[in-house]
């Protein structure tokens, strides 16, 4: 701690930190552009200039940059002397002199740190009388904008996308007041978090290029505090809704997960929201009907005719849609909706989780780990927010060493500069090449079983009375042994492991591997498919299969299904089987899909926009997501479909579904503290969506009546679909905008922080279900070794994070970032199979008799005998993940493979 | 007079080859102190000799030598970079003594790196200098092959590595940490103080920079003893220099001589004084970054702090000199835009002030200006002042504007009034 005085103010304060990021801590207003909360001080843009006195008779002072400044015991600063203010003043009119002042037609205007600034420092009058340098601008591809003339070069972008996350791609090009922020030529930005550019950058150089097809202000924007559903990782995000349709997703900073930052997925995905493929009305037997009465009627009079009814819930459902669905049909009909191998997977991680002993970290607290081993995940495809934060705990080794050095922490480059060849150990061991094997100690490429086996070698070389395996390679073998003693150095290791591979001992092998290491605050997380996929399993239900048998018995004739693609989980023949032997099918969901197709009662459900729920990510955290706008034409949450046929008016309310949730299922027990968040955080009057400065209201509708509709009631939620309300009361988890008086971007951020980067005030969203505790005994069913068998090949699926997942691969512009369609081969299997990148290729499965042709595409770290296809494509549906294939060239006339036969 | 860092630059000889260098004593500072010294002693003697950085800013060189970390602790991977990469406008003195006399700057380079016990030197050599470039690479062989480079130096237990790096030629690069950045392979972009190069310098080691003329001081301080070194100089600084004088002098040079040496025997005696016609308006002391000074001021010596007190700084010792019929308004116009397109671009004052410094200068020129054009330009110079910029080029270009304006101003004002055609523009 130190006590410092800041304009005749005393101040305690923590003394591991800068001048700047203490003022900001302390609430007060200082500018900056350089400088951001996750990336550290640089010292570039001289905006955050403050007096610094000698001593206490000191009276001029010392110019000094806040940033670049540690905080000390006793000492005397001004923000507000003369010299510092028109210093503050004076740069930005620097900055200014090449801005082209374009903010009316600029998509940053009205959120734009620039102009904050601009205004903070009380720069008002040009006198630069110059012309001004103009630049080119590039096309980066699908997501990102670019209009250079506007950038102040305060290097933000290159230094979150090169140092903070990895990228290669975008470069600060040319010199003096010529500085470029651009790719060496136009082109897709390739780095998977490239979205962030939009935050990160405080002028609109960088802009949301999906956006800008239905822009509308900030201000005009309405919205509600929301999760992400592309992953398990529960991102909090903020989308922007006008005119009924979703415009937007910004980041909503959590201080445990996501931090500052989105995934590109997370950020873009949305697009599926407003896609043509959504179920906007009801259908019987594919005749679209308009009557919500009739549809809940037909519902109702499925139900009590039935025989039985079963329901299938859905890892991309809520808790509350899922447990509706459990309450409707009955525990015992309940069904989870996962497939044999993810039932058994998620049932493990589950178990492991509460009774492994382990704790299951945050991103944040992932960030603190000193050493990282990947089992079997490439984690930028399959849980992209991790890749990010174990990218930043790679950066440990080189802050302990700075703090030798005496260099603090938060001095960017100079710990960069540290960083070359000081880094934290990371090991992947994977099926293939991963993303993140550029900053990796060592890699290893196997396949499952393979995998599997490192692992339990490695958790062997950790503890002798842990199984090993046997005829391991010694190269192998002398792998384990050093990623095992890298492991036993460090204070805070951490193991990922997860469900991608499909295989068991993968997971079982992470496990002993983290029970193995001897620190205590070690650390196992897991990624997990979608974004409900541990709360689903933590309610517990039978398998998707014994759903089918209960069809297949005859002892069923009515299945609901909710959200829930059974066609990407089981195979066609036995999901066809299924539907067409069940009497009645009524399916719950937002978009198209094979089994929509199917549904003799199809309902329409909202989307996480437009409705509320609870998801618990992969930690165990259960969080909530709140409607952005009221669900269009018949839409509406799926709990509510299956409450509106319930007997009982109590399920009418959604918190009434997540309270019944927590005292009936033991494992969410504790979600009973935010069953009340309704109630509790209203106090009288209820968080507006719609921002003060919301504009049009009486007009929006003019087109369609005169007269302004009334606002749409919420009676589940805080929130008021409307201007009117208050958000003073709200605590910051709970604002749909982050906004503070002057600080208009998302960056007014740090007028809710405890500190800057730490908690939200009031606390961060969610509530850990889980803690860890416990010890399970050694897993030793370690699989043999792979072999593969002549002429046959095993599909390999490999989760990409543009189209394996379902809900975003119908995002245009996530489509258009998708991977080619193809298989990915060994270059020897290629030259058994006289193949080479791009020839067509025909796949034949084993057992069946379903023929695919498609491109190959040769992948040199992929293990022999295994085919790689990107997960979770429409075009490989018909193939079921793991099984055997032979593969044949073919006739390279015939295909025209950009169309592709299924 | 003696002058140890030219001896060996005769008229007869394009350069001072190994044989020539060791006939006049070279090497013998190198073999006394490998064989006679301990690295902190070789320190010690720098330090008591008084020498001070060449380079511009004339810090301690035996005390930054001691102030790398050496304990048993420390990161035992040290460098020493020589910065030869002069591109200050007006300055030519390092490439003098690298391509007349490499040999000297070698010793140097060893005797530097033995006190620090730094197993890998790098030379930057300045983009340009391809005449100093193959002379050097020439001299490096012959140490080579004489073993005072490689594998134990004179048989000790000390290996000495020296990489010549020929820059891609920024002035930038000429900054220390931005040098760093440079060799690096990364954009030349100073880097932030503290860490000092000194704790965390080239790939995050402790390094040591030193200006080539620096280093050529070091080993007769090692050969002749610190005493003799003192008793070089007329001032409280010590040994010699070289020092230089261009523009619309008789016979412009560069010359060694005592520290403390004055102005006005530099242009006056070596210089050969004013070309016939032109009379002497004023002068940059140390290259284009330093204020002018008026010819009141010919009677300082050339040591570290009269210079200051006169209002200017040493820099490089090579005097720019201004004559009564060059614009005094063209030649900053002419030294800004030289350093508004050597900006590196990373610190806003810097990048976006000298382009806009450059503009008023050109717009009062060209009859365009202001009266209050001139506060402006002042107004500049304080906000690119020491402290406010990231590096130390954008003050330094400050320099001769802030004192243009000072001694200059009616120059300033006559373009602005109408009165351009009374300025002497030639
Ligand atoms: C913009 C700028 C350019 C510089 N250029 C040079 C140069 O060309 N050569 C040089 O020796 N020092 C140059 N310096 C000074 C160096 O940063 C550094 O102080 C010097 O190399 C230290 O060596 P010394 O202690 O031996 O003088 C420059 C400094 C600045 C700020
Ligand atoms: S493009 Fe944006 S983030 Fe990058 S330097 Fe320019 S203003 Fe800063
Ligand atoms: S990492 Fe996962 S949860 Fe986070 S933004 Fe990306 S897809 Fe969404
Ligand atoms: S003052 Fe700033 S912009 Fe100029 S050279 Fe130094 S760091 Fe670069
Ligand atoms: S924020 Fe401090 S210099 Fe940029």
């Not at chain 1, 198209?592 to 992969?618: I, R």
């Not at chain 2, 590595?161 to 891609?168: G, R």
């Amino acid at each position: 701690m130190a006590r410092i005085e800041i304009d005749g103010r005393f101040y305690d304060v923590q003394d591991n930190t800068n001048v700047l990021s203490t003022c900001l801590s302390l609430g007060m207003d200082l500018p900056y552009f350089c400088w951001h909360p996750a990336m550290g001080s640089v010292g570039a843009c001289r905006q955050c200039a403050v007096i610094q006195y000698k001593d206490a008779e000191d009276t001029r002072g010392r110019l000094v940059m806040a940033c670049m400044t540690p905080v000390m015991n006793d000492m005397r600063l001004s923000i507000s002397s003369e010299q510092a203010r028109r210093f503050r003043s004076d740069n930005i009119e620097l900055l200014m002199t090449n801005h082209p002042h374009d903010c009316p037609v600029c998509e940053e205007g009205g959120e734009c740190h620039l102009q904050d600034m601009t205004v903070m420092t009380g720069h008002t009058f040009r006198r630069y009388r110059g012309s001004k340098r103009t630049h080119n601008n590039q096309n980066l591809g699908p997501f990102i904008n670019h209009e250079m003339n506007r950038c102040i070069a305060c290097y933000r972008c290159v230094r979150f996308y090169n140092d903070y996350a990895g990228g290669h791609d975008l470069q600060v090009l040319g010199v003096h007041n010529n500085v470029y922020f651009g790719r060496f030529e136009d082109g897709t930005l390739e780095n998977e978090f490239s979205g962030n550019l939009v935050e990160v950058c405080p002028t609109g150089v960088f802009t949301d290029k999906t956006f800008s097809a239905h822009y509308a202000r900030k201000w005009d924007l309405q919205t509600a505090p929301s999760i992400c559903v592309h992953c398990g990782l529960g991102c909090n995000t903020a989308p922007g809704e006008r005119y009924g349709e979703l415009r937007r997703i910004i980041n909503r900073y959590h201080g445990a997960v996501n931090g500052y930052f989105l995934c590109d997925r997370g950020r873009f995905g949305y697009g599926f929201v407003n896609s043509s493929k959504r179920i906007l009305k009801p259908r019987i037997d594919n005749q679209p009907i308009i009557a919500i009465e009739t549809a809940e009627s037909h519902f109702r009079k499925l139900l009590n005719a039935a025989k039985s009814t079963i329901g299938i819930g859905s890892p991309r459902a809520s808790l509350e849609a899922n447990f509706a669905l459990r309450e409707l049909v009955g525990e015992e009909n309940f069904f989870l909706g996962l497939n044999d191998t993810e039932h058994t997977l998620l049932n493990t991680i589950i178990d492991l989780m509460r009774h492994g002993g382990i704790h299951s970290p945050s991103l944040r607290e992932i960030e603190q780990a000193d050493a990282v081993l990947i089992l079997g995940e490439d984690v930028t495809h399959s849980a992209p927010r991790l890749a990010l934060s174990i990218r930043q705990a790679l950066r440990n080794a080189s802050f302990a060493m700075a703090q030798t050095m005496h260099i603090p922490l938060w001095q960017d480059a100079a710990i960069r500069q540290l960083r070359g060849n000081v880094q934290s150990p990371l090991f992947i061991a994977s099926i293939c090449a991963t993303r993140l094997d550029d900053v990796a100690t060592n890699t290893y490429h196997g396949s499952p079983e393979n995998v599997a086996r490192l692992g339990f070698a490695i958790a062997h070389c950790l503890d002798d009375s842990t199984p090993a395996p046997f005829a391991l390679s010694t190269s192998e073998q002398s792998l384990a042994s050093s990623i095992a003693s890298r492991l036993k150095q460090a204070k805070r290791p951490l193991v990922v492991s997860g469900t991608s591979c499909s295989c068991l001992a993968v997971i079982q092998a992470a496990y002993n591997i983290a029970k193995a290491i001897p620190s205590k605050d070690k650390q196992l997380t897991f990624t997990v498919p979608e974004c409900n996929s541990v709360g689903l399993t933590i309610m517990g239900g039978k398998r998707l299969q014994q759903a089918f048998e209960r069809i297949d018995n005859g002892l069923t004739d009515n299945v609901i299904i909710l959200e829930n693609d059974l066609y990407r989980r089981a195979s066609h023949k036995a999901v066809d089987l299924f539907l067409e032997t069940a009497a009645h099918v009524s399916v719950i969901d937002s978009l198209e899909n094979k089994t929509t197709e199917k549904a003799q009662l199809l309902l329409p459900a909202a989307t996480f926009a437009e409705s509320e729920g609870t998801l618990v990510n992969n930690e165990g955290r259960a969080q909530r997501y709140f409607p952005v706008y009221p669900a269009t034409e018949a839409a509406r949450g799926s709990w509510q479909w299956l409450t509106s046929v319930m007997e009982d008016p109590h399920w009418q309310h959604h918190d009434a579904l997540t309270s019944a949730c927590a005292t009936t299922l033991p494992g969410l027990a504790t979600l009973i503290q935010s069953a009340s968040v309704t109630e509790d955080a209203i106090a009288g009057s209820k968080i507006p969506r719609q921002p003060h400065r919301y504009s049009g209201r009486t007009a929006m509708h003019a087109n369609i009546k005169v007269s302004e509709p009334g606002p749409a009631h919420d009676l589940e939620t805080p929130f008021a679909f409307s201007m009117e309300g208050a958000t003073t009361h709200a605590p910051p988890a709970l604002l749909p905008v982050i906004w503070a008086p002057g600080w208009n971007s998302n960056q007014a951020i740090n007028k809710f922080q405890e500190e800057i980067s730490g908690h939200l005030r009031d606390g961060d969203t969610g509530i850990r279900l889980i803690e860890a505790s416990g010890e399970l005994p050694w897993f030793d069913d370690i699989p043999t070794a792979f072999e593969p068998e002549p002429g046959l090949w095993r599909i390999t699926p490999l989760p990409n994070i543009f189209g394996s997942e379902e809900l975003s691969q119908q995002s245009p512009s996530i489509r258009e970032r998708q991977p080619l369609v193809c298989i990915l081969l060994n270059p020897m299997d290629a030259e058994t199979l006289a193949v080479g990148t791009g020839d067509p290729i025909e796949i034949r499965e084993f057992a069946g008799a379903t023929t695919l042709t498609i491109h190959a595409q040769i992948e040199h770290t992929l293990p022999r005998g295994l085919v790689g296809v990107t997960t979770g494509l429409p075009e490989f549906q018909s193939l079921q993940a793991w099984t055997q294939i032979t593969l044949k060239k073919a006739n390279p006339e015939l295909q025209d493979l950009s169309e592709v036969p299924l | 007079m003696e002058k140890p860092l030219t001896k060996n630059i005769q008229p007869d000889r394009a350069f001072a080859t190994l044989a020539d260098y060791e006939s006049t004593g070279g090497y013998l500072g190198m073999r006394k102190a490998i064989t006679d010294l301990q690295p902190k002693e070789v320190q010690q003697w720098v330090k008591d000799a008084g020498l001070r950085g060449r380079g511009g800013a004339g810090f301690s060189t035996g005390l930054k030598w001691s102030l790398v970390p050496m304990d048993a602790d420390a990161p035992q991977v040290r460098y020493l970079v020589v910065n030869a990469d002069e591109m200050e406008p007006g300055t030519f003195k390092d490439r003098l003594l690298l391509e007349k006399d490499p040999h000297q700057l070698i010793e140097g380079i060893i005797i530097a790196a033995y006190a620090i016990q730094a197993t890998m030197a790098y030379i930057f050599l300045r983009g340009e200098y391809h005449l100093a470039a193959q002379r050097l690479a020439y001299a490096l062989l012959e140490a080579r092959s004489k073993g005072y480079l490689g594998k134990h130096v004179l048989d000790s237990g000390f290996s000495l590595e020296i990489v010549l790096h020929t820059s891609a030629g920024r002035y930038i690069c000429g900054e220390e940490t931005a040098l760093l950045n440079a060799l690096e392979g990364k954009r030349a972009t100073p880097r932030a103080k503290p860490p000092f190069p000194l704790i965390s310098g080239l790939w995050g080691k402790p390094t040591v920079v030193n200006n080539v003329e620096t280093l050529c001081n070091v080993p007769h301080i090692l050969q002749y003893g610190v005493e003799w070194y003192q008793g070089l100089a007329r001032c409280v600084d010590k040994g010699t220099k070289l020092f230089g004088a261009s523009g619309r002098v008789k016979y412009p040079g560069l010359w060694e001589l005592p520290m403390g040496t004055s102005i006005r025997e530099i242009i006056e005696e070596h210089a050969g004084g004013m070309r016939d016609g032109y009379k002497l308006r004023g002068f940059l002391p140390g290259g284009a970054s330093t204020d002018f000074l008026l010819p009141e001021h010919l009677d300082v010596g050339m040591e570290f702090d009269a210079i200051a007190k006169a209002g200017s700084r040493m820099g490089t010792g090579n005097i720019i000199v201004l004559d009564d019929k060059t614009c005094p308004v063209q030649m900053v116009l002419n030294l800004e835009q030289f350093f508004a397109q050597e900006s590196c671009g990373w610190c806003t004052p810097c990048r976006d002030g000298l382009p806009w410094t450059v503009t008023l200068l050109k717009d009062i020129i060209a009859g365009k200006g202001r009266l209050e054009d001139l506060d402006r330009l002042a107004g500049l110079t304080r906000m690119l002042g020491p402290g406010n910029t990231f590096c130390a080029l954008a003050p330094g270009a400050m320099e001769p504007l802030q004192s243009a304006l000072k001694y200059f101003r009616e120059d300033f004002e006559r373009y602005i009034v109408g009165h351009y055609d009374e300025v002497g523009v030639v």
